[in-house]
């Protein structure tokens, strides 16, 4: 097979120092790097005329995100996107204290969804979601065992 890894994950958000303080200090991203990207190559990569990109990339337990912000960046809804809408639905965290998690989350400018929480006995676990300061959701898991383990292992 011909790819080599997963580069990065990329974000779009309205506000980038807003975001960046949001996944530095919330969930314990750090900055890695940031670019900024115009001319015609990138209009054409990114099909957007005349783009004007600042992106952030941030770094946690080797997974990479890119935080871009466009000039033309549209302001987002106040719905979050349905779980069950073909795309990307979200990201997973696995967390040692919900609570502690869902209180910094709030405090960096997150949202939370106290409707989605759950204690489930089962798997001896709690889980909610919250939203980033743009909506994207954001899968926060408190459960014992190993961390990379799939739920249910």
Same mark, same amino acid.
Do not use: W
């Given at each position: 097979?011909?790819?080599?890894?997963?580069?990065?994950?990329?974000?779009?958000v309205t506000?980038l120092? /807003?975001s960046?303080? #949001?996944y530095r200090d919330?969930?314990g991203? /750090?900055e890695?790097g940031?670019l900024d990207?115009?001319g &015609?190559?990138?209009s054409t990569l990114?099909?957007? &005329?005349?783009?004007?990109?600042?992106?952030?990339y941030?770094? /946690?337990d $080797?997974?990479r995100?890119?935080?871009l %912000?466009?000039?033309?960046?549209q302001?987002?809804?106040?719905?979050?996107?349905p779980?069950d /809408?073909p795309g990307?639905? %979200? #990201?997973? #965290?696995?967390?040692s204290?919900?609570?502690?998690?869902?209180a910094?989350?709030?405090?960096?400018?997150?949202?939370?969804?106290?409707?989605t929480?759950i204690?489930?006995?089962r798997?001896n676990?709690?889980?909610? #979601?919250?939203?980033d &300061?743009?909506g994207t959701?954001?899968e926060?898991?408190?459960? &014992? $065992?190993d961390?990379n383990a799939l739920?249910?292992?």
């Amino acid at each position: 097979m011909t790819v080599q890894r997963l580069s990065h994950l990329g974000i779009c958000v309205t506000d980038l120092e /807003r975001s960046l303080a #949001f996944y530095r200090d919330g969930l314990g991203f /750090r900055e890695v790097g940031r670019l900024d990207v115009t001319g &015609p190559e990138a209009s054409t990569l990114l099909e957007i &005329p005349d783009v004007s990109l600042r992106a952030i990339y941030l770094e /946690r337990d $080797g997974t990479r995100i890119e935080l871009l %912000h466009y000039a033309t960046t549209q302001r987002s809804s106040d719905t979050p996107l349905p779980m069950d /809408r073909p795309g990307l639905t %979200h #990201f997973s #965290f696995r967390v040692s204290n919900l609570d502690a998690t869902l209180a910094a989350i709030e405090k960096a400018g997150g949202t939370l969804l106290p409707h989605t929480r759950i204690d489930n006995p089962r798997f001896n676990a709690h889980a909610a #979601f919250a939203l980033d &300061p743009d909506g994207t959701r954001l899968e926060l898991v408190q459960t &014992p $065992g190993d961390s990379n383990a799939l739920p249910g292992q």
